[in-house]
């Protein structure tokens, strides 16, 4: 029988998947549109790594069981 992740593991998973994503796609979206700005990035990228470490934090903060 296969083990079932706990919920918080999935979550941080979660987290850091959408983290890269949006880092991913929303500077692809404005470069592709020739609308890139210094505010535009400076934002995906602190949205990106805010997610990113918050799935971090939530995967350390996770017992071992």
């Known amino acids: 029988m296969t083990e079932r992740k706990p919920i918080e593991e999935m979550i941080a998973e979660g ?3 959408v983290g890269v994503l949006v880092f ?3 500077l692809l979206d404005r470069v592709i549109q020739g609308r890139i700005t210094f505010w535009w ?3 995906a990228v602190a949205l990106s790594a805010t ?3 918050a799935g971090c934090y939530l995967e ?3 017992p071992n069981a």
Request: charged share 35%.
């Open 41 to 43: 990035t400076t934002i």
């Open 24 to 26: 991913v796609f929303a």
């Open 60 to 62: 350390r903060r996770r």
């Open 15 to 17: 987290f850091r998947e």
């Open 51 to 53: 997610l990113f470490a």
